[in-house]
């Protein structure tokens, strides 16, 4: 008895396959600002990113945490939707706890400036441990 063989159609593999548009967003995404609309009125900013995600830089084993940020703006602002794209370019990144919230902060005091920003990142429980790492920059006042 004879099979006829027919090429099978396979969906296409990550590396052939075209990125979707909110993969394009989130790989192209960068921290855009806008000009503070109250320089000079000392307010805060409180941002929760409750889906914050990357992979364990040992295991390869996904981490999940709830990303706190609060900011005195100076003279620029955050915009918003570039934040959330920026965030989610953490998804696939191999980085430890300690090392992506020191880089959201390094990264979020280039793009706005702010006169004083803390970042929490307080991860999800994996192994029966429990990790939460806060980080406080403040401008250094200049004397009048």
Avoid: W
């Amino acid at each position: 008895m004879s099979h006829s063989s027919t090429p099978e159609t396979l969906p296409p593999t990550q590396e052939t396959r075209e990125m979707k548009y909110g993969e394009r967003e989130i790989a192209e995404g960068q921290l855009i600002t806008f000009p503070n609309p109250r320089v000079g009125r000392r307010y805060h900013v409180n941002i929760t990113l409750p889906e914050f995600t990357c992979k364990c830089p040992f295991s390869g084993y996904p981490d999940f945490a709830t990303i706190d940020l609060t900011y005195v703006p100076n003279l620029r602002v955050v915009e918003l939707k570039a934040l959330k794209l920026y965030i989610n370019s953490y998804r696939d990144r191999y980085i430890s706890h300690e090392e992506s919230v020191n880089q959201i902060l390094d990264d979020f005091i280039a793009a706005c400036d702010p006169l004083e920003v803390t970042i929490k990142g307080d991860f999800t429980p994996r192994g029966n441990v429990h990790t939460v790492i806060e980080i406080h920059h403040s401008k250094p006042q200049l004397d009048s």
